[in-house]
């Protein structure tokens, strides 16, 4: 990752820059990975996603979301199921099955933890479908009454 700034040593007369001048030099999408590394690092710092990881899924998926379910400080890191992934699926029978869908789409969608079929299955029931449930909002999976709520007159 690349960190804006200046690396030539500054004359003895001027100021040195404040803190927040130094953070304005660096970029924001870098910020915003590492306040989430540092998130999930007070909480799991022996699993915690590399700063690395976290920029690649960043390059690789564009929008990473983090949530909770039960416990405010266990934390879950997604991101959405794009059309193509979906139509696949569709096409290949995997949402044939209800039952299967939460997993099939947590699975396939949940970037930390690392959705093992072991971790899956020690999770409190509920959690793989709610997941899922935020996952599938967040890629546009939403209510009629919703979808017909966002309609604006210009």
């Known amino acids: 990752m690349q960190i804006k700034g200046n690396s030539k040593k500054q004359a003895p007369d001027i100021q040195e820059q404040t803190q927040e001048e130094v953070y304005q030099d660096i ?5 915003q990975l ?3 590394y540092d998130i999930i690092e007070e909480v799991d710092p022996f699993n915690v996603p590399t700063l690395a990881t976290l920029e690649s899924w ?9 949530s909770t379910v039960v416990s405010p400080n266990k934390y879950y890191l997604f991101r959405v199921l794009k059309r193509a992934e979906y139509k ?3 096409k290949d029978g995997i949402l044939s099955d209800p039952t299967s869908i939460p997993d099939v789409i947590v699975e396939k969608c949940l970037l930390y933890p690392s959705p093992s079929q072991i971790w899956r ?5 509920g959690v793989i479908d709610t997941l899922s449930k935020q996952i599938q909002y967040q890629s546009g999976f939403i209510s009629e009454q919703e979808a017909l709520s966002f309609i604006k007159v210009i």
């Open 58 to 66: 960043k390059n690789q998926h564009g929008d990473i979301f983090i």
């Open 88 to 90: 696949k699926m569709s």
């Open 34 to 36: 590492k306040n989430l």
């Open 121 to 125: 299955l020690a999770q409190p029931a």
């Open 27 to 31: 970029d924001p999408i870098y910020l």
